[in-house]
Protein backbone atom coordinates (compact mmCIF):
# COMPACT_ATOMS: atom_id res chain seq x y z
CA UNK A 1 0.00 0.00 0.00
CA UNK A 2 2.78 2.19 1.16
CA UNK A 3 4.13 1.47 -2.42
CA UNK A 4 0.81 2.31 -4.48
CA UNK A 5 0.77 5.70 -2.31
CA UNK A 6 4.19 6.60 -3.30
CA UNK A 7 3.53 5.80 -6.91
CA UNK A 8 0.35 7.90 -6.88
CA UNK A 9 2.71 10.80 -5.04
CA UNK A 10 5.76 10.12 -7.93
CA UNK A 11 2.95 10.50 -10.72
CA UNK A 12 1.65 13.61 -9.30
CA UNK A 13 5.02 15.50 -8.89
CA UNK A 14 6.57 14.07 -12.19
CA UNK A 15 2.60 15.18 -13.77
CA UNK A 16 3.08 18.50 -12.21
CA UNK A 17 6.48 18.87 -13.13
CA UNK A 18 6.03 17.99 -16.90
CA UNK A 19 3.16 20.85 -16.93
CA UNK A 20 5.38 23.66 -16.01
CA UNK A 21 7.58 22.41 -18.00
CA UNK A 22 6.04 22.07 -21.66
CA UNK A 23 3.87 25.81 -19.99
CA UNK A 24 7.39 26.88 -20.09
CA UNK A 25 8.32 25.86 -23.14
CA UNK A 26 5.43 26.40 -24.59
CA UNK A 27 6.00 30.31 -23.55
CA UNK A 28 9.41 30.63 -25.13
CA UNK A 29 8.00 28.96 -28.29
CA UNK A 30 5.85 31.64 -28.72
CA UNK A 31 7.77 33.98 -27.76
CA UNK A 32 10.32 33.01 -30.66
CA UNK A 33 7.63 33.13 -33.26
CA UNK A 34 6.83 36.71 -31.79
CA UNK A 35 9.61 37.42 -32.19
CA UNK A 36 10.47 36.18 -35.76
CA UNK A 37 7.43 37.55 -36.95
CA UNK A 38 8.32 40.63 -36.07
CA UNK A 39 11.92 40.17 -37.44
CA UNK A 40 9.93 39.19 -40.47
CA UNK A 41 7.78 41.82 -40.50
CA UNK A 42 10.48 44.47 -40.41
CA UNK A 43 12.36 42.55 -43.11
CA UNK A 44 9.32 43.03 -45.46
CA UNK A 45 9.16 46.91 -44.55
CA UNK A 46 13.00 47.57 -45.15
CA UNK A 47 12.84 45.82 -48.47
CA UNK A 48 9.35 47.76 -49.80
CA UNK A 49 10.78 51.23 -48.50
CA UNK A 50 13.86 50.09 -50.49
CA UNK A 51 12.25 48.87 -53.16
CA UNK A 52 10.42 52.43 -53.58
CA UNK A 53 13.41 54.48 -52.97
CA UNK A 54 15.19 52.53 -55.98
CA UNK A 55 11.74 52.82 -58.20
CA UNK A 56 12.13 56.97 -57.08
CA UNK A 57 15.98 56.55 -58.16
CA UNK A 58 15.35 55.13 -61.46
CA UNK A 59 12.18 57.82 -62.20
CA UNK A 60 14.50 60.65 -61.29
CA UNK A 61 17.41 59.68 -63.45
CA UNK A 62 15.36 59.01 -66.67
CA UNK A 63 14.04 62.36 -65.54
CA UNK A 64 17.37 63.86 -65.67
CA UNK A 65 17.71 62.55 -68.88
CA UNK A 66 15.12 63.81 -70.43
CA UNK A 67 15.51 67.49 -69.17
CA UNK A 68 19.06 66.95 -70.08
CA UNK A 69 17.90 65.82 -73.94
CA UNK A 70 14.91 68.77 -73.96
CA UNK A 71 17.99 71.59 -72.55
CA UNK A 72 20.37 70.21 -75.41
CA UNK A 73 17.65 70.56 -78.33
CA UNK A 74 16.94 74.10 -76.57
CA UNK A 75 20.65 75.22 -76.76
CA UNK A 76 20.82 73.86 -80.45
CA UNK A 77 17.54 76.02 -81.07
CA UNK A 78 18.88 78.78 -79.48
CA UNK A 79 21.93 78.49 -81.09
CA UNK A 80 20.52 78.79 -84.60
CA UNK A 81 18.22 81.44 -83.61
CA UNK A 82 21.64 83.74 -82.76
CA UNK A 83 23.18 82.70 -85.51
CA UNK A 84 19.53 83.66 -87.07
CA UNK A 85 19.73 87.60 -85.40
CA UNK A 86 23.16 87.69 -86.34
CA UNK A 87 22.22 87.59 -90.06
CA UNK A 88 18.84 89.54 -89.54
CA UNK A 89 21.77 92.48 -88.25
CA UNK A 90 23.80 92.43 -91.63
CA UNK A 91 20.62 92.25 -92.98
CA UNK A 92 19.75 94.89 -91.41
CA UNK A 93 22.84 97.07 -92.48
CA UNK A 94 22.40 95.70 -96.14
CA UNK A 95 18.97 97.03 -95.84
CA UNK A 96 20.72 100.67 -94.54
CA UNK A 97 22.57 100.24 -97.63
CA UNK A 98 20.31 99.58 -100.49
CA UNK A 99 17.02 101.76 -100.30
CA UNK A 100 14.98 99.94 -102.46
CA UNK A 101 14.68 96.84 -100.52
CA UNK A 102 13.59 98.75 -97.03
CA UNK A 103 10.43 97.43 -97.24
CA UNK A 104 11.22 93.63 -97.83
CA UNK A 105 13.50 93.03 -95.47
CA UNK A 106 11.21 95.18 -92.56
CA UNK A 107 8.86 92.25 -93.64
CA UNK A 108 11.44 89.72 -93.29
CA UNK A 109 12.11 90.54 -89.79
CA UNK A 110 8.97 90.84 -88.70
CA UNK A 111 8.58 87.24 -89.92
CA UNK A 112 11.90 86.08 -87.98
CA UNK A 113 10.80 87.65 -84.86
CA UNK A 114 7.15 85.92 -85.19
CA UNK A 115 8.85 82.59 -85.92
CA UNK A 116 10.92 82.94 -82.56
CA UNK A 117 8.68 83.75 -80.75
CA UNK A 118 6.51 80.44 -81.63
CA UNK A 119 10.04 78.57 -81.00
CA UNK A 120 10.11 80.18 -77.55
CA UNK A 121 6.23 79.24 -76.77
CA UNK A 122 6.80 76.05 -78.41
CA UNK A 123 9.92 75.12 -75.84
CA UNK A 124 7.94 77.09 -73.17
CA UNK A 125 4.72 74.64 -73.69
CA UNK A 126 7.20 71.43 -73.95
CA UNK A 127 8.77 72.54 -70.66
CA UNK A 128 5.31 72.49 -69.15
CA UNK A 129 4.52 68.93 -70.47
CA UNK A 130 7.72 67.75 -69.28
CA UNK A 131 6.87 69.13 -65.90
CA UNK A 132 3.59 67.66 -65.66
CA UNK A 133 4.78 64.64 -66.42
CA UNK A 134 7.41 64.23 -64.26
CA UNK A 135 4.76 64.87 -61.68
CA UNK A 136 2.76 62.27 -63.28
CA UNK A 137 5.71 59.42 -62.86
CA UNK A 138 6.33 60.59 -59.80
CA UNK A 139 2.47 60.20 -58.22
CA UNK A 140 2.31 56.79 -60.50
CA UNK A 141 5.76 55.80 -58.75
CA UNK A 142 3.88 56.22 -55.55
CA UNK A 143 1.26 55.00 -56.23
CA UNK A 144 2.67 51.18 -57.85
CA UNK A 145 4.94 51.22 -54.92
CA UNK A 146 2.89 48.40 -53.21
CA UNK A 147 3.28 46.27 -56.17
CA UNK A 148 6.03 43.70 -56.59
CA UNK A 149 9.20 45.14 -58.56
CA UNK A 150 8.05 42.35 -61.73
CA UNK A 151 4.85 43.76 -61.85
CA UNK A 152 5.81 47.36 -61.15
CA UNK A 153 8.27 47.14 -64.22
CA UNK A 154 5.13 45.93 -66.33
CA UNK A 155 3.03 48.66 -65.51
CA UNK A 156 5.94 51.21 -66.48
CA UNK A 157 6.51 49.27 -69.63
CA UNK A 158 2.69 49.19 -70.71
CA UNK A 159 2.53 52.91 -70.04
CA UNK A 160 5.78 54.03 -72.36
CA UNK A 161 4.81 51.63 -74.79
CA UNK A 162 1.31 53.75 -74.86
CA UNK A 163 3.07 57.39 -74.47
CA UNK A 164 5.09 56.29 -77.44
CA UNK A 165 2.64 55.40 -79.55
CA UNK A 166 0.07 58.55 -79.36
CA UNK A 167 3.15 60.85 -79.02
CA UNK A 168 3.91 62.78 -82.29
CA UNK A 169 7.09 62.06 -83.56
CA UNK A 170 7.63 65.25 -85.95
CA UNK A 171 9.70 67.89 -84.60
CA UNK A 172 9.24 72.03 -85.24
CA UNK A 173 11.93 73.65 -87.58
CA UNK A 174 13.38 76.50 -88.34
Do not use: C
Not at 53 to 62: F, G, P, R, T, W
Not at 86 to 100: C, F, P, T, V
Not at 108 to 136: A, R
Not at 145 to 165: D, F, I, W
Amino acid sequence: MEWVVALLVGILVGGSGLFFFLKMTSNKTILNAQKDAKNIITAAEKEVDTLKKEKLIEAQEEIYEQKQKLEQEYEKKRSHLNRTERELDQKEIDIDRKGEFISKKEKEVLSLEKQQKDKENYIKQKTEELNKLITEEIEKLEEISGLTREEAKQVLLKESMGKAALRPSGSVRA
